[in-house]
């Protein structure tokens, strides 16, 4: 899961109040699926359910308010936000066709509050936040934990606003290449999760798989039939296999029935967005697609998803149709213009937050329209061009150079990289020789280098060669890829020789402990060559072969199996 930040905007409403002419193409029915398992339901089923679950974006309340200054409080979220935000998730998932009933865990729920009031404290989105000036360490603890198994959010005025625009979206640089939080949001073996909420900070317990194994896959976003009002041209397209997929090898081919246009995806070519992503977040296998050149999406639209390749044989139609039926009212906005990097809040209600975009420097803004008409719960949103006039708004970072990675001990490797201006952190990325996914190795880096010492989720192995990457970072937004370093294969780190002497028996070595080693080899030279005087487990040894009268040079290396250090510094010893 990586950090959120609030860059997304809601389906445009502005049609609900003027006629529309399209051609009616397959309005309330699907077409049979295949190579998929999800619950199919129809239109009419989805705007029950809509109305039974009636998700709200309704303003946060509290039992007890969080103690957001030394030495903190966990406050309580009331049960009427939790619920709603329930009601809310469990509508995507209905939609989706997985199952909706995943109800709140006390135990998540206070990892996922801590959570967001550690990352409030810290002021900063962070899956491995630093402590707070203040914050005993037990809660803290609770605090780290909860950050680290959630998604989490930042700006968002509402948990349901988190949910449907931030988490659900996933379409901005730093996530659109796995959608982590909506694979999250949309993992069908999740029964029961929790709800942070501090200030404008939020998380959402992610790490549940109570339904575990599940005969669900293939779980598509937009899905078969597809409420308009909760995806936008600027989300992109989804649908998670739960198996490894071969990247090389996809080839996805979307067809708009209406107009008969069609875009083509593959790791070669793709007519927009193109991403394939294997990690665990929620199900792996996940095929990713944004086509280039669509405005909007509107009621009426239908279009045919066909996924072949890696053993895939995908085909299923998604339907676009309106599930807000409300007579009268006026559309509201209840945000404000929110600078993502320096946190000016400024302007009335109907301006939204500074916003990142992939085609542009993010000098710009999301801006609503109220409209008297069918739809009063929600608001038109476009963008505006603009700029902070406090910091300047989000600019590209420019993309970082490695400047050296070398071994630092045993699996451990160190890389250093040139600072980035304008960047708060940096994310680190590695990959063995041979693959082509990157894996992180740690986001929220401070500095200009890291040590990577082997981990249970970014091991190093001995005998393997591995690259490195570095991404800088600034609210969520980040550059491009550095420069790929050149391939290092870390090592059993060699020892150093602290003592040699001679005694009446030979000549005596002694050197430091090295971590990893299983044993030691000594050599001597002797006769032009450099010949094994020994092996031992010890980091003493005597060499009873060194005669009288003669100089020695002696060399020493560690060993693990048939992996060895390099050798240490020479030493010469007159016996």
Partial sequence: MKEKKKASFL?????????IFFISVNLCTVKAAAGISVDTHSQQDIKKMYQQLDP?????????????????????????????????LNFMRYVAGIPYDVTIKEEYQELAQAGALVNYANGGLSHSPGKPSGMDDSLYSLGYKGAGSSNIGWGYTT????????????????????VGHRRWCLNPTMKQTGFGIVGNYYSMYAFDRTFEPTEYYGVAWPAQNMP?????????????????????????????????KTWKFSSSSADGDFYVNNDNYGQ??????????IKEYVPGDSFQVTITGSGLNVSYSVNFFKAHEH????????????????????????DH??????????????????FSCNAHKYESCTYKDGIC???????????????????????????????????????????????????????????????????????????????????????????????????????????????????????????????????????????????????????????????????????VRSCRGAYYSAWSGIKTITR
């Fill in 389 to 555: 006039t406090k910091c300047g708004g989000i600019k590209k970072l420019d993309r970082p150079k490695l400047k050296s990675v070398s071994p630092a001990g045993y699996r451990t490797v160190k890389i250093t990289w040139g600072k980035v201006a304008g960047a708060s952190s940096y994310t680190l990325y590695y990959r063995k020789v041979g693959d082509t996914k990157w894996r992180l190795v740690k986001e929220d880096i401070k500095g200009t280098s890291y040590t990577h010492a082997t981990s249970k989720t970014a091991p190093l192995y001995l005998g393997k060669k591995y690259t490195y990457m570095v991404k800088a970072v600034h609210s969520g937004a980040a550059s491009e890829a550095s420069n790929a370093s050149a391939a290092i294969a870390p090592r059993i780190p060699k020892p150093t020789i602290t003592k040699i002497s001679k005694n009446s028996n030979g000549v005596q070595l002694t050197w430091k402990t090295v971590k990893g080693a299983a044993a030691y080899q000594i050599q001597r030279y002797q006769g032009g060559k450099w010949v094994t005087a020994g092996e031992t487990k010890k980091t003493t040894y005597l060499d009873r072969g060194a005669k009288k009268k003669g100089t020695y040079q002696y060399r």
């Fill in 228 to 260: 308009y009002e909760f995806f936008s041209s600027y989300y992109p397209w989804s649908i998670s296999m739960g198996k490894t997929v071969d990247a090389s090898s996809v080839q996805v081919t979307l067809k708009h029935n209406n107009t008969g």
């Fill in 56 to 88: 709200q974006p309704q303003s946060t309340e509290y039992e007890r308010k969080p103690g957001t200054k030394a030495p903190y409080s966990l406050g309580k979220v009331s049960d009427r936000t939790l619920q709603n935000g329930l009601n809310t």
């Fill in 159 to 178: 948990l349901y606003s988190a949910i449907v625009n931030g988490w659900m979206e996933d379409g901005d640089p730093s996530n659109i290449d796995r």
């Fill in 11 to 19: 389906t445009p409403l502005a049609a609900v109040c003027m006629c």
């Fill in 327 to 350: 007579t009268g009212g006026t559309a509201t906005c209840c945000e404000k213009a929110v600078c993502s990097i320096c946190r000016e809040e400024y302007g009335g209600y109907g």
């Fill in 353 to 370: 937050v500074w916003a990142y975009r992939k085609d542009t420097e993010g000098r710009h803004y999301k801006y609503c329209t109220a």
């Fill in 284 to 293: 792996k296998g996940c095929i990713i697609f944004r086509p280039k050149n």
